[in-house]
């Protein structure tokens, strides 16, 4: 049975063993917790039921948990674990054994100081990187007044004179030098710099014209640069910014390599980031029980299978805890587990990706996947590729460490590889045609309507057979009429109409009468009135439209089957040309280990597609509603390590 | 005009006109990565995946010009006499794989391009982002179907 | 598909990688939850905020951060929208904001808020010029603006002519500009806002007993509520505006923010509901694949984050009880 029977179970237990009950709970990943006081069965305890409180250490766990998580995230920002190709799809873990993963958690009071130690760097870096914009901003102002030979601190105002250093925009200037003579006699005006939206001059004049020349600088939008903290030439000042800003540099990275010394403590880090965030998952789920001064009780989802396990676990492990189980009730919510076995199991990567089933419908992976496996194989249809694609997916398989999913996409490509190299025997291709077999069924390029119509007739097979199932659900929830109706009557009506249409027998025709008499009187039923039963009736023969496009979409089989071949022929036939010197034949060894790499990974892409496509969109539609919620158990879950096998083992 | 030369601008077209939809697609593609790659570098090979997509078309189209290549003998042998009217046989078969080529191709491109936004925030959902693209190449599909069955169909 | 819209594609990608950013409920959570302030702040540290975090050494000083955050994600934006005028336009808010906050502390002395550095004007320049009395620098419709507050002022000494006549300069201008960019999504954007505004505007002159005229006056064109059908609000009392505007847009922002509004005798609660109800609009355009509308969405998504650190944190340092300070918080984005 694919998918998995689920109990209900209850845990009961004295309150201080709680936490063993949770940390085994968690350890085995099988139980899917619901919180006890939303439950309906427990309205009438509700005196009873203390509401659990979230425990009281979960923010100490929180504030542990983002101090790690700072340490790794400064980490990251300085010294960057760059993800490889492969990784950005599988993540990237760090394998740790047991052992190593223990002795770091004991190693977590070491935390703090690293933190300390992070933050002091931290903040010594904004310091110099304050200090670096400032010293950056004041050489930015200052240089436009480099051509002024004149220590700044000696532009000050007298009791005599008065003296500044302005900025005034260029289209005021002009305005300005016009009207300055009408204001004062006296003054010196000494253009020091000028760009395209300002002019910078310094300025003396007597100090008693003072008021005068703001009133005149105002109207002009003048306005005063001021570098009060600092003594010396503009250029001096430059000078010794620039010499602070080497030493701050040199500072940044005495600091970086303080950090680096750091780094060894990083998968220390990482596994204790787990271990809190578990910590933290774990006690987060105890808010989901209910108890009372004594006691504790817990309520979950378990599979079937393992019930027997999780009863041993729990009666040795604890003195109190007791577990009970019952069926579900039909109404009640039950979580959706997989569970194929043999080759069907990779497929269910491919439902899962369309929709997890409901709890009492047919799982549709182990129909689903010999035709996944055989369309892989067709749309690939190249021995060559084949024998490529299986070897590297193996390896692949055997080389990382990957969650489900990825195991079983890996899978699924092994036997794509077997598919495609049993077709490619079949339909006579062997990278393209560079090694020139002849086919033991027939060659598609010479026989292309022989492979078409193959095509599409394995296309109304899986059709029909998708009505069969669905024919099946019917019966088995006790409406064998509607079975009779919704695809008996459909089935007899196309084959007539194939048999009529085809010329094959001219009993066709009877058999597409009965057949659409059949679902114009029964499609229209839930209809109340008689005349739109008939027209609903009437109306639903358009669905033929539905099938015929249904069948004629396996056309794409031929299309990408042949593409895959022909594409491969283009690189043999491009890689021919230059064949000839050596440096052609070497030219041409390269051409066709690039061409053929590219053809195949673009080939297995849309096989895997359009495979998929089918399923979902011709077949699954047929029979298959989805919508399920996927078991989710209380489990460790890592973000930063993996948790593998010791190697002596 | 010769019936050869004919043939050779449906070879134009269908590598042509294809492979502009399949480059437009891609561009569409790479402008929406590189923003989704300025902010999270992590994805770049998910984000390379979702833009080779919209190349197959690109690559229908060559292997519809091929076919008709091989056919009339520019790749390989010699060159095949062709009436006019056999010439535009070749062109009519290619017409297929070149206009639907095109237009899905920038389609395939733009639904990638939100498909891009979305595993930007929904990574997981990678699959059915691809999905939704293939949608758009199934006439792309089809057409290199009805090119290849009417190039079956001209005996020269 | 005559316009190549997919010059979008970039900067749409690149605000869904940002919006992953965005603070969720659950982060917000923690921090009302958090039992000080700086325990709510180093929730932010774990965030894209932790850089400026780190620079702070005061939590009191929270502000710096939320300013520079605003106005690094307001020039990023900017600098990569295909269309940098329609972001540009966004950014007169702040000029405006910040002149109504110069003028505020000129005549009244008081500084009112912080100055914001995003607007396309420079600080120093506004500074300068509210400063000096000297607006050569501003662009004329300002220009103008400034003058007449300057007038109005001398002779009513009423500081609410600053906003008003701001806000309607405003509102002018980006109305204007969206006509002038053809970009609908953001007219509706601004209609809204007007329309708001003006709600708004009205509870206020009616709860301060003010004139029926003064209202006509202040109330803002271009909205979907006309002027003339806001003004005939005026004379009804206030609970019977939720049966007036029950079948517009505002209906349920009206009834729930006028009642509690009625209850409570404050207007935070129609201040959040205002802000939902900008949300919600933005949030239509969210999954539009190549448009301004993501941009804009994720600006106003920032704008609301920082809305609502300052709200939890203010009602840290304040030691408001987290029930309060949660119902102040905002709808996020996400």
Redesign the interface.
């Known amino acids: 049975m694919p998918i998995i029977d689920m109990k209900k179970v209850y845990i009961l237990g004295h309150r201080q063993e709680r936490t063993r009950v949770f940390n085994l709970l968690h350890k085995m990943g099988t139980v899917e917790l619901l919180d006890v006081k939303s439950g309906e069965g427990w309205k009438e305890f509700q005196d009873l039921l203390e509401p659990e409180q979230l425990p009281d250490n979960i923010?100490q766990i929180?504030?542990k948990r983002?101090d790690i998580?700072?340490c790794l995230?400064f980490f990251q920002r300085h010294f960057p674990i760059r993800?490889s190709?492969?990784e950005?799809?599988t993540g990237s873990r760090l394998d740790l054994t047991d052992e190593q993963f223990n002795s770091y958690i004991e190693a977590l009071e070491q935390v703090e100081e690293i933190y300390k130690a992070c933050?002091e760097a931290?903040?010594d870096l904004?310091r110099i990187r304050?200090e670096e914009t400032q010293s950056h901003n004041l050489i930015e102002d200052l240089q436009p007044w480099v051509p002024l030979d004149l220590p700044l601190e000696e532009v000050e105002e007298g009791s005599w004179t008065m003296m500044d250093l302005f900025i005034v925009?260029v289209e005021q200037y002009s305005a300005l030098l016009e009207d300055l003579p009408e204001t004062i006699s006296e003054y010196c005006l000494d253009e020091v710099f000028s760009d395209e939206e300002n002019v910078y001059f310094f300025f003396s004049a007597l100090a008693e014209k003072k008021q005068a020349i703001d009133e005149l600088f105002?109207?002009k939008?003048v306005?005063r640069a001021s570098f009060p903290d600092v003594t010396g030439t503009p250029s001096d000042i430059i000078d010794s910014l620039n010499k602070k800003l080497e030493e701050l540099a040199q500072e940044r990275s005495a600091v970086l390599k303080e950090v680096e010394k750091l780094l060894v403590h990083r998968p220390m880090l990482m596994a204790c980031y787990d271990y809190m965030d578990n910590e933290h998952a774990k006690h987060q789920a105890m808010a989901n029980l209910a108890g009372t001064d004594n006691s504790f009780l817990l309520e979950g989802w378990a599979p079937v299978p393992i019930m027997d396990d999780l009863e041993t676990t729990i009666s040795e492990n604890t003195e109190t805890a007791v577990l009970t189980s019952r069926e579900p009730e039909p109404d009640e919510d039950v979580p959706v587990l997989l569970h194929n076995k043999g080759p069907a199991e990779p497929y269910e990567v491919v439902t899962k990706?369309y929709s997890t089933p409901k709890r009492n419908e047919l799982d549709p992976t182990p129909f689903m996947a010999p035709f996944f496996f055989l369309y892989f194989g067709i749309c690939l249809s190249d021995a060559g590729y084949g024998i490529l694609l299986g070897l590297l997916a193996f390896y692949l398989y055997r080389k990382l460490t990957l969650g489900e999913s990825g195991r079983q996409l890996l899978k699924l490509l092994m036997l794509g590889g077997i598919s495609a190299f049993a077709f490619g025997i079949l339909l006579g291709g062997y990278f393209g045609d560079l090694i020139e077999l002849p086919p033991l069924l027939f060659n598609p390029l010479e026989e292309?309507?022989t492979m078409?119509i193959a095509a599409l007739a394995i296309g109304l097979f899986q059709v029909y057979f998708g009505m069969g199932l669905q024919a099946y659900r019917n019966i088995k929830g006790g409406k064998p009429l509607d079975a009779l109706y919704d695809q008996g009557f459909w089935f007899i009506f196309l084959n007539g109409l194939i048999l009529l249409v085809t010329g094959i027998n001219p009993a066709g025709q009877w058999m597409a009468v009965v057949g659409g008499a059949g679902l114009v009187l029964t499609q229209g039923r839930s209809q109340s009135s008689v005349i739109l039963k008939f027209f609903s009736g009437l109306l639903s023969l358009y669905n033929v439209t539905q099938y015929l496009s249904d069948v004629l979409?396996y056309?794409?089989l031929?299309?990408?089957g042949?593409?895959s071949v022909?594409?491969g022929?283009?690189v043999n036939?491009v890689g021919e040309l230059a064949a000839g010197s050596i440096i052609g034949y070497v030219v041409l060894v390269i051409i066709l280990i690039g061409g053929h790499f590219f053809n195949m990974i673009?080939s297995t892409?849309?096989s895997y597609?359009?495979t998929?496509?089918l399923q979902?969109l011709e077949f699954f539609n047929k029979f298959f509603e989805g919508g399920g919620r996927s078991f989710q158990p209380l489990r460790v879950k890592n973000n930063y390590v993996d948790i593998v096998e010791s190697e002596e083992n | 005009m010769e019936g050869i030369e004919i043939a050779m601008l449906g070879v134009a077209l269908a590598v042509g006109l294809a492979g502009s939809g399949s480059a437009i697609g891609i561009g569409i593609v790479g402008q929406s990565a590189c923003g989704l790659i300025s902010e999270d570098p992590d994805k770049f090979g998910q984000t390379l995946l979702l833009q080779a997509l919209p190349g197959t078309q690109g690559i229908y189209g060559l292997l519809a010009g091929f076919l008709i290549m091989q056919d009339i003998g520019i790749v390989g042998e010699e060159l095949v006499e062709l009436t006019t009217w056999q010439g535009y046989a070749y062109l009519m078969a290619a017409l297929p794989i070149a206009i639907a080529g095109l237009s899905s191709g920038i389609y395939q491109g733009r639904v990638l391009a939100s498909s891009i936004n979305l595993i930007a925030k929904r990574p997981e959902e990678m699959g059915k982002g691809i999905v939704y693209a293939v949608m758009v190449e199934t006439y792309a599909v089809f057409a290199l179907l009805a090119t290849i069955l009417m190039l079956f169909g001209i005996a020269v | 598909m005559l316009i190549d819209d997919t010059i979008y594609g970039y900067a749409v990608a690149r605000v869904k990688a940002m919006e992953t950013q965005l603070l969720d409920q659950s982060q917000f959570e923690r921090m009302i939850n958090s039992s000080t302030t700086e325990e709510a702040v180093k929730v932010l540290s774990e965030t894209g905020y932790s850089a400026s975090v780190a620079e702070l050494d005061d939590v009191y000083n929270f502000e710096t951060i939320l300013a520079d955050e605003l106005s690094y994600v307001f020039n990023t934006v900017y600098k990569i929208s295909p269309v940098p005028e329609l972001i540009g336009m966004l950014a007169l808010r702040y000029d405006i904001h910040n002149l109504k906050v110069l003028f505020k502390s000129k005549f009244l002395g008081v500084k009112s808020d912080l100055l914001i550095p995003v607007g396309s004007l420079d600080i120093a320049k506004l500074e300068y010029a509210v400063g000096e009395d000297n607006y050569l620098l501003l662009p004329e419709k300002l220009r103008r603006a400034a003058n007449s507050i300057n007038e109005d002022f001398m002779i009513n000494l009423d500081p609410q002519i600053i906003d008003l006549i701001l806000d309607r300069v405003l509102y002018e201008q980006l109305i204007d500009a969206a006509r002038e960019y053809d970009a609908p999504f953001l007219e509706g954007l601004f209609v809204r806002q007007i329309d708001l505004n003006n709600l708004k505007t009205l509870i206020r002159v009616k709860r301060m007993g003010l004139s029926r005229d003064f209202l006509a006056r202040v109330l803002l064109p271009n909205g979907t509520l006309s002027v003339d059908r806001l003004t005939s609000m005026f004379e009804e009392p206030l609970e019977s505006l939720i049966s007036m505007l029950a079948i517009s847009d505002y209906a349920e922002l009206v009834s729930e923010g006028v009642r509690e509004g009625l209850e409570k005798g404050s207007a935070s609660t129609l201040e959040k509901l205002s802000d939902d109800f900008i949300t919600s609009y933005l949030k239509e355009g969210k999954w539009v694949p190549f448009g301004v509308e993501p941009l804009v969405g994720y600006l106003w998504a920032k704008e609301i984050e920082i809305k609502n650190i300052r709200i939890v944190l203010v009602g840290k340092i304040n030691r408001l009880p987290a029930e309060s300070i949660r119902e102040r918080i905002r709808d996020v984005y996400i």
Request: aromatic share 8%.
């Open positions: 923010s929180d504030s983002s998580r700072f995230d993800k190709m492969i950005q799809f933050r931290e903040e904004v304050n925009p105002r109207g939008a306005s990706l292309p309507m078409l979409s056309s794409r031929f299309a990408l042949l593409a022909v594409i022929m283009v036939s673009i892409l849309s597609v359009h998929s496509r979902y």
